[in-house]
């Protein structure tokens, strides 16, 4: 299974259960879409931190993606971002594998 599989499977399951993404699935859309060492889309992905400019930087994402798909997750992105309450960085994010 690819990384646009899952990412899929979750948005569908998420969006079904009316809920945000898990934890994997922004690490992977995450993934996905930084640009480099220094975005706030590589400190998510890495480490899980949400820095003040991630949002910014996911809606430029968006308005650069090419694909409906690309649109849902990193729509689905911003929502976990906005509502995950501790924005710091996450000790078990490493382990996060897919």
Request: charged residues 25%.
């Amino acid at each position: 299974m690819g990384d646009w599989d899952i990412i899929r499977s979750e948005l569908d399951t998420a969006e079904h259960e009316q809920r945000v993404i898990s934890d994997l699935t922004a690490r992977i859309i995450a993934t996905q879409f930084y640009d480099s060492q220094s975005s706030p889309l590589y400190a998510l992905s890495s480490t899980g931190t949400i820095t003040d400019d991630c949002v910014t930087e996911i809606r430029t994402a968006a308005e650069h993606a090419t694909t409906p798909d690309e649109q849902r997750a990193l729509g689905a992105l911003i929502a976990y971002c906005t509502r995950r309450t501790d924005k710091g960085p996450q000790r078990h994010w490493s382990a996060l594998r897919w």
